[in-house]
Every structure is written in C-alpha cells, then in structure tokens.
C-alpha cells in the first residue's frame, strides 16, 4: 500500500500544479452553474408555486367576456394585463408575450361569430411550446364555459350567466400532486448543479488524467517505474488512486459551490448522494486510465475527452431534464453511465425516494468501475 500511495500522492500533487487542472477543477464549475441554472431557471415558472408569468392581452373592446378569459388566463399561473391596443415608441421594448384577440370579443361570441386569437412569445425554446399549451387550455376552457353558460341561460349570455357558472360546483376534478416528496419543480440550479457536477468530473477525468498517462510514457517516467522495486498492479493502483483523489476534490469543490453560492438543496440523502458520486468517481478515474491507455498523443487524448464527456452529459440528462427529451432519448439514458448516475442523483434529489432507490444504479457504477479498470490494465504499457 506504501507503493500505491506513494504513486497517488505524487500524480495528484502533479495534476493539482497544472493550471488547467485549476481552471478546470474550481473556475469553470461555478460559471457553467451560474449558466445553465439561470438559462434553464424558467423552465418550470408558473407551476406549482412558481411566480406567475406575465402577459399582455390585447383587445379592443372585449366586453364582458374578458373577465372570463382573464379569470381562466390565472387559473393557467399567467399575470394578464390587458390593453386596447400595443403601440409602442422606438425607445420602448415589445412586451415578452403578447396575445392578441379580434375586436368586439363579447358582441362577436355572442353572435356566433368567430375571434381570432394569436399568441406570440420571445421565451426560450425550452419554455415556449409550455407556454402555448398553458394559452391554449385557458382559452378552450372559456370557450367551454361559454357553451355551458350560453346552454343554461335562459336568455342571452351575459356576465351574470358565467358569474353563476364559476360559483357552481365542478363536478369533475383532477387532482395534481408532485410524484414524490418534492412539492418544487427542480430547475435551475437545482437541475444544473448535479449535471454540471457529473459533466465536469467525467471531463476533467478524461483530459487530464488520459493526458498525464501519455506524457509520463513519452518523458519514460513509467519505464522508470517498471525499474522501481514495486510490482505492475501496485503502479496501475496508485494511478487510479491519484485520478481518485482529483475526483474527490472535484466533487467536494462542487459540493461547496452549489451549496453556498447557489443554495443547492440536496434533500435529506446527502449520504447517499456523496455514495452515488463517490462510485460515480470511481468509474471516472478508470474511464482515464483507460483512455490514457488506448490513445496514442495528448491532443488525442483531450480531443476524445471532451467530446465524450460533452456528449455522454448532453445524452445523460446533465444539461437539462431529461424529461424534456424526445422518447429515444430517454431510453437510451439509462444505458449510459451518465444516465445512471442522473437517474440516481434524480431520484435522491428531485424524488427524495430514499436511499434505498439508488441502490440499483450504485452497483451498476461500481461494476462498470472495474470492468472499465480491468481494460485499463489490460491495455496499460509502460512505453
């Protein structure tokens, strides 16, 4: 053992010196997680507790019915402000979202004439087709009630005839719950720090540990070590050690930054979650051993590295939920090792399932751990 962590200490104390390992280990994490958790902040806005979402309606005389559709406009956590019409100065900016409904709305539904509705958006891709679903079913519900209301009236609709619409029972109602302990969409932060966190160990990992291996066989440090008193297993442990101990600092780092300077909430495993990235480690620092086996050159090493940490994370549901993705997406996330550990890091987090819900993708990491170990010794030369 005096070997293996006489090898460690000094590869992790040589990776630690190099500037880009700085860089890379506790400069770049809290950007990418300022980042991406504020791009992906919106993302669940306006659902189950989120602030409500602003909107201008435009409507010339809407009549009686605009307290229908405002009404229902709320019920789908939008804030409307209504105008007459949107005429804006060279120096004024165009409202985020805007719908826009036919003049006379009241007087036209009442002579059973058609509106039209149009409904434009500058939000992000992510939350732009929410949005239109969320217009859309406020509106079909007031078209709905209006039919209701219109059917039950014996005169005319009126706004007194929606009034005693609203005020009567539903007979039919669909209760929404959250699919675990959360109450709380995650998103933001609390999507992009796990993700990031996975990334960014996996891609330091791959770089700079793949490097390491190749520039000590062209400078004949390991030829070196092949004439050192210690056997080939005792050189090949302490290289995975020293990648170990560069994980371990990578995700304590990012540990601490999501937790102070972005208020990560982790639920209440934290154990198991430092269980789950502890393994995830683990397949990490034999994932470079082996590409620093397999490559030939430095360039191919990072090249390789980045590309398939960059994406492994896009496919794993690191960038974003992997919820939001299309349907082959998310079957191939969980034969990945990304989408392992999301998918326990989900559940931990997101679910509060328990610790016992990770379990299966613990053991699935720390097998592929040592089968990803065992290629690297067995492509592992020391020239």
């Not at 009686?64 to 105008?83: A, G, M, S, Y």
């Not at 100065?89 to 007087?107: F, H, K, Y």
């Not at 990490?284 to 082996?290: T, V």
């Given at each position: 053992?005096r070997?293996?962590?006489?090898?460690?200490?000094?590869?992790?104390?040589?990776?630690?010196?190099q500037?880009?390992?700085?860089?890379?280990?506790?400069?770049?994490?809290?950007?990418?997680?300022?980042?991406?958790?504020?791009?992906?902040?919106?993302?669940?806005?306006?659902?189950?507790?989120?602030?409500?979402t602003?909107?201008?309606?435009?409507?010339?005389?809407?009549?009686?019915?605009?307290?229908?559709?405002?009404?229902?406009?709320?019920?789908?956590?939008?804030?409307?402000?209504?105008?007459e019409?949107?005429?804006?100065?060279?120096?004024?900016?165009?409202?985020?979202?805007?719908?826009?409904?036919?003049?006379?709305?009241?007087?036209?539904?009442?002579?059973d004439?058609?509106?039209?509705?149009?409904?434009?958006t500058?939000?992000?891709?992510?939350?732009?087709?929410?949005?239109?679903?969320?217009?859309?079913?406020?509106?079909?519900?007031?078209?709905?009630?209006?039919?209701?209301?219109?059917?039950?009236?014996?005169?005319?609709?009126?706004?007194?005839?929606?009034?005693?619409?609203n005020?009567?029972?539903?007979?039919?109602?669909?209760?929404?719950?959250?699919?675990?302990?959360?109450?709380?969409?995650?998103?933001?932060?609390?999507?992009?720090?796990?993700?990031?966190?996975?990334m960014?160990?996996?891609?330091?990992?791959?770089?700079?540990?793949?490097?390491?291996?190749?520039?000590?066989?062209?400078?004949?440090?390991?030829?070196?070590?092949?004439?050192?008193?210690?056997?080939?297993?005792?050189?090949?442990?302490?290289?995975?050690?020293?990648?170990?101990?560069?994980?371990?600092?990578q995700?304590?780092?990012?540990?601490?930054?999501?937790?102070?300077?972005?208020?990560?909430?982790?639920?209440?495993?934290?154990?198991?979650?430092?269980?789950?990235?502890?393994?995830?480690?683990?397949?990490?620092?034999?994932?470079?051993?082996?590409?620093?086996?397999?490559?030939?050159?430095?360039a191919?090493?990072?090249?390789?590295?980045?590309?398939?940490?960059?994406?492994?994370?896009?496919?794993?549901?690191?960038?974003?939920?992997?919820?939001?993705?299309?349907?082959?997406?998310?079957?191939?996330?969980?034969?990945?090792?990304?989408?392992?550990?999301?998918?326990?890091?989900?559940?931990?987090?997101?679910?509060?399932?328990?610790?016992?819900?990770?379990?299966?993708?613990?053991?699935?990491?720390?097998?592929?751990?040592?089968?990803?170990?065992?290629?690297?010794?067995?492509?592992f030369?020391?020239q």
């Open positions: 053992m070997n293996i962590f006489f090898v460690a200490f000094n590869d992790a104390r040589y990776q630690l010196r500037g880009s390992t700085l860089l890379w280990v506790f400069i770049m994490p809290p950007i990418f997680f300022y980042f991406i958790g504020t791009v992906t902040g919106g993302f669940a806005s306006g659902v189950s507790g989120g602030a409500a602003p909107i201008t309606v435009v409507a010339e005389s809407p009549g009686f019915l605009k307290d229908q559709i405002d009404l229902r406009l709320r019920d789908n956590d939008f804030e409307p402000e209504w105008v019409t949107l005429e804006l100065t060279s120096e004024e900016e165009a409202p985020t979202r805007t719908l826009t409904i036919g003049p006379n709305l009241s007087q036209q539904v009442s002579a004439e058609q509106v039209p509705a149009n409904f434009e500058s939000a992000n891709a992510l939350t732009r087709d929410f949005e239109i679903i969320r217009v859309q079913r406020s509106l079909y519900t007031a078209l709905a009630d209006i039919i209701v209301a219109d059917a039950n009236s014996a005169d005319e609709l009126s706004a007194a005839a929606l009034i005693d619409l005020e009567q029972p539903r007979i039919w109602q669909l209760a929404v719950s959250s699919a675990g302990q959360r109450i709380e969409i995650p998103t933001g932060f609390e999507q992009a720090v796990p993700g990031i966190l996975v960014f160990t996996l891609l330091v990992l791959l770089t700079s540990g793949g490097t390491l291996l190749i520039a000590e066989r062209k400078q004949g440090l390991l030829r070196r070590l092949a004439s050192a008193p210690m056997t080939r297993s005792e050189v090949v442990a302490g290289k995975w050690l020293g990648r170990m101990v560069l994980a371990a600092i995700v304590t780092a990012a540990l601490a930054f999501g937790t102070f300077l972005f208020k990560m909430n982790w639920g209440p495993d934290l154990g198991m979650i430092i269980v789950i990235l502890t393994a995830w480690a683990g397949f990490c620092a034999s994932a470079g051993l082996w590409l620093g086996s397999v490559v030939n050159t430095e191919q090493a990072g090249g390789l590295g980045v590309l398939a940490a960059n994406l492994l994370a896009a496919l794993g549901g690191c960038w974003w939920p992997i919820e939001v993705t299309p349907e082959w997406m998310q079957m191939l996330q969980k034969f990945i090792p990304t989408g392992w550990t999301m998918d326990a890091l989900h559940k931990l987090i997101s679910f509060q399932s328990g610790a016992a819900s990770a379990l299966p993708q613990f053991a699935i990491l720390v097998v592929a751990s040592f089968v990803v170990g065992w290629l690297a010794v067995r492509r030369e020391y």
